[in-house]
């Protein structure tokens, strides 16, 4: 009976311990026209690009070999302001001329005179982002849902190669040839490679910056999002600015292990962004992390696309619908719905009555806690 | 000290289906033993039209192609189980029939089998226990979070070879008690069968267990908490294993396998991913057609306001009274304790973990993100088609959607189109928005 009524706790520590590694920092920028608008007392778009930068330079400023890249979610689609592959390859074509202009013949945007890996980056967001201004200006405003869930995907796929950029050529290439030997054999292992094997040594993290008070985000696409970033270890920081907590992206941080604020007053922007996000992932455990309330974790109608805190769940789907249809059936598997199961659950007041003839003296007994319905003394062994 | 459950049964006695099923598809079957031996450099065959470095590129995205899974067609996975894992960390689990050890190749199956587990199971909860040495180890504990016990798994074979190398004699008394503690502090009762099932799933390599007690009593105490046991036995049956599982299943069915090579154990493990509510032997379905609908309550999370030092004491309406008598039923375990609670939408009562069923008012309470972990089945994405060159003969994209990569020339296409979107993607990109992100990134 000793050896049973031991505590014995294998706690192995995996947490890793704070390092000079590598560090690579994705900003997405919401570009709602509404959610900036509703903000245009309290702040501008510009004073947040230019608080962004000066945040992105300061990291690049930490660790020489620490990467940034900035995402932009427009209306019109979420893409790449840097890095820029284009940009790139032309720097590395004439790297000379490159210093007074750039292709466009418009003058620098930014001081000739400053640090180069600042410069860069810099100017390419500034460049980059202009011209985004310029498609949204031009574009038909008829859909302008957020795109946000395609960046935080495009921020993962980025990640993605970074991640993988140390170890995939001795890795991959070791377990191709093994389980090629093995497939030659017959013997088919089918080696997953969906475990992540935490190899590498880059970090990584995402900041979300949104004024963005609709809740009209994709949410599975966001969802999905989110169980990438947890299997990767990706912290998704969130600033939300504007009036309203956002209960998805509160979700999304909350599941990552990251940063959320909601942020009404957004002067001094850059304090924010200095303070509570400027923290690397592998200290975080250390430092006692701003968070401004509970998380709530509301999950969205599939048919009215409405948050719901009680709700009906398919079986077979799991998708969460707030009122039970009329055609009982699931709006996206389309099952038939058990009506017995149905009616019970439209009673209310008897679901409550049977409750009590079946559970109840279970309940009472036991003060309310988990019990087995018959109590046994432990059988002690000698 | 007793010794005395040492019973050989010839392997024998492995569903004769399977056995069917391996002949099918493979010409090399049976025993891992009789392979032929395997030669890394065997495979490479040199050739000199391509350079070598083009083989093993072709090979790495052959292979990667290869193991992007199909969809799996949509099941009832609206059931919560919670299942112990117990794996055997005795000396025996050092032998080299399984290559590279019997302990090695388990732990490696098993990192999959959870990531699998967790996917069909998306409001499951799972807990591994290590039998070794004669005692019992945690080595998770009950929790929803695949990424969690793959941690933990990550960490013991890490150190396989030093601190934790298999060794001493298992107990399966010991480990059988450890895990219905477990399950007994998640889900003490059983309010509904059909949404809530309590199982134990044992990997055992040994052909005995050394006991400090009666493990009939265990056995016993298994059954009146309606907890079922699987067994995969590494070796070859043995009688108690069997005794358990008849016992806990209430049937002589096929809930205890014996695997024939690392193929088979696979597909054993695998088998076990399927919830065993549904399994054709039991429950007969009363609608084939019909599917129940569930009410679930989606809480609010309070956590601690981390600007105050003063927190005030939390009761939860989860774990029984210290030195109750439910207490005194199990093996105790020491939770961590956590200020982070749960708040149940329809009473009010706090929780300390979820999934569960609310203890005061019977809803079934989960966080929305674990239903959305199956929400790729329900939008599958679908593949991506390798680029061809265009009519002058080159390709119209230079560098990946995705992550902005380079594509490289001369070692064929490289590009990976998403027929929504028509953006061009790297292999990289092509597999991790399948395997792990399953969004097109171009496509939201
Ligand atoms: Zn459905
Ligand atoms: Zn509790
Ligand atoms: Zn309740
Ligand atoms: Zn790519
Ligand atoms: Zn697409």
């Known amino acids: 009976m000793d050896e049973i009524a031991d505590n014995t706790f294998t706690e192995i520590h995996t947490a890793e311990l704070p390092n000079d590694d590598p560090s690579l920092l994705t900003l997405i920028l919401e570009l709602s026209p509404g959610g900036w608008f509703n903000i245009k007392d309290e702040t501008t778009i510009l004073d947040v690009v230019k608080s962004l930068l000066v945040f992105l330079n300061g990291h690049l400023s930490l660790n020489n070999a620490n990467q940034v890249a900035f995402i932009i979610s427009s209306p019109t689609g979420a893409k790449f302001l840097y890095p820029n592959p284009q940009k790139e390859m032309d720097e590395l074509r004439r790297p000379e001329e490159y210093e007074d202009s750039n292709e466009m013949g418009i003058p620098s945007l930014v001081s000739k005179g400053m640090y180069r890996q600042f410069r860069i980056v810099d100017e390419g967001v500034l460049e980059e982002f202009n011209k985004s201004i310029n498609e949204l200006v031009d574009a038909d405003n008829t859909n302008i849902t957020s795109k946000l869930a395609g960046a935080v995907s495009l ?74 970033a947890q299997k990767m270890k990706v912290p998704i920081d969130v600033a939300k600015l504007g009036k309203k907590d956002s209960s998805y992206l509160q979700q999304a941080a909350d599941a990552t292990n990251g940063i959320y604020l909601h942020i009404e007053k957004p002067v001094g922007f850059i304090q924010f962004l200095s303070t509570a996000y400027f923290i690397e992932p592998s200290i975080r455990s250390l430092i006692i992390l701003p968070t401004n309330s509970n998380v709530n974790y509301r999950a969205s109608c599939f048919i009215t696309g409405k948050s719901v805190e009680i709700g009906y769940v398919c079986s077979v789907c799991l998708c969460i619908i707030s009122e039970i249809p009329e055609s009982m059936k699931c709006p996206t598997c389309n099952s038939q719905f058990d009506d017995k199961i149905i009616a019970k659950l439209k009673r209310k007041p008897v679901v409550k009555k049977r409750k009590l003839e079946n559970g109840g003296a279970e309940v009472s007994s036991d003060n309310g806690t988990l019990a087995p319905a018959t109590p046994e003394p432990t059988p002690v062994p000698e | 000290m007793d010794t005395s459950d040492e019973e050989y049964v010839e392997p024998s006695s492995v569903p004769k289906e399977h056995k069917a099923k391996k002949r099918t598809n493979q010409e090399n079957t049976g025993y891992s033993w009789e392979d032929e031996y395997q030669r890394t450099w065997d495979i490479v065959k040199d050739d000199d039209s391509r350079s070598l470095e083009a083989i093993i ?172 046991v699987k067994v995969i036995g590494l070796s070859a049956q043995v009688a108690i294993c069997q005794e358990l599982v008849t016992k806990t299943n209430h049937t002589k069915n096929s809930n205890y396998g014996v695997i024939m090579n690392e193929t088979h154990f696979k597909e054993l493990l695998m088998d076990c991913v399927i919830p065993l509510a549904i399994t054709k032997d039991s429950a007969p379905k009363v609608n084939e057609e019909k599917v129940p609908l569930m009410k679930m309550g989606f809480p609010t999370k309070i956590q601690p306001v981390t600007t105050s030092n003063l927190e005030p004491l939390h009761f939860c309406a989860c774990h029984p009274t210290r030195g109750s008598d439910d207490t005194k039923n199990v093996v105790e375990i020491q939770s961590n304790v956590s200020n982070i609670g749960y708040k149940c939408p ?99």
């Not at chain 2, 996975?77 to 388990?106: A, C, H, N």
């Not at chain 2, 593949?383 to 992550?403: A, L, M």
């Not at chain 2, 001369?410 to 597999?431: A, H, M, P």
């Open chain 2, 57 to 228: 590129q072709g090979m790495i995205e052959g292979r990667k192609k290869k193991i992007m899974k199909l969809s799996t067609s949509p099941y009832q996975r609206g059931i919560i189980r919670t299942m112990v894992v117990i794996i055997d960390g005795s000396s025996i689990m050092s032998e080299k029939d399984l290559r590279p050890t019997r302990f090695s190749l388990m732990l490696q199956y098993l990192q999959e089998f959870i990531v699998e587990f967790f996917d069909q199971n998306p409001i499951s909860q799972l807990g591994v226990v290590l039998m070794r040495n004669g005692i019992s180890h945690v080595v998770s504990e009950v929790n929803g979070s695949p990424q969690y016990h793959i941690d933990k798994i990550r960490g013991l074979r890490s150190r396989q070879h030093n601190r934790f190398e298999p060794k001493g004699d298992p107990s399966l008394q010991n480990s059988l008690e450890l895990a219905r503690s477990l399950l007994k502090y998640n889900f003490g009762n059983n309010i509904n069968d059909s949404k809530n099932s309590k199982e134990i799933l044992i990997i055992f390599g040994a052909l005995f267990t050394s006991d400090p007690g009666d493990i009939h009593e265990t056995i016993n105490s298994l059954v009146k908490d309606k907890i079922r």
């Open chain 2, 346 to 444: 329809q009473c009010f009562s706090r929780v300390c973990s979820l999934p569960t069923v609310c203890p005061v008012c019977g809803l079934m309470l989960i966080l929305s993100t674990h239903l959305a972990r199956s929400y790729h089945h329900l939008v599958p994405l679908s593949e991506y088609k390798e680029v061809p060159k265009n009519d002058e003969g080159v390709y119209d994209s230079q560098w990946c959607f995705g992550c902005l990569l380079k594509f490289e020339d001369g070692l064929g296409s490289s590009r990976y189109k998403c027929g929504e979107c028509k953006n061009d993607f790297c292999i990289d990109c092509d597999v991790f928005v399948h395997e792990i992100l399953h969004n097109c990134p171009g496509c939201q």
């Open chain 1, 155 to 228: 921020a993962l796929t980025y990640t993605n190669r970074m991640l993988n950029l140390d170890q995939s050529i001795s890795t991959t290439t070791a377990s191709a040839i093994s389980s090629a030997t093995k497939e030659s054999t017959g013997v088919n292992t089918n080696t997953s490679s969906s475990s992540y094997q935490g190899l590498t040594r880059i970090k990584s993290r995402v900041l979300i910056v949104t004024p963005n008070d609709n809740e009209d985000i994709k949410y599975i696409s966001l969802m999905n999002g989110i169980f990438a």
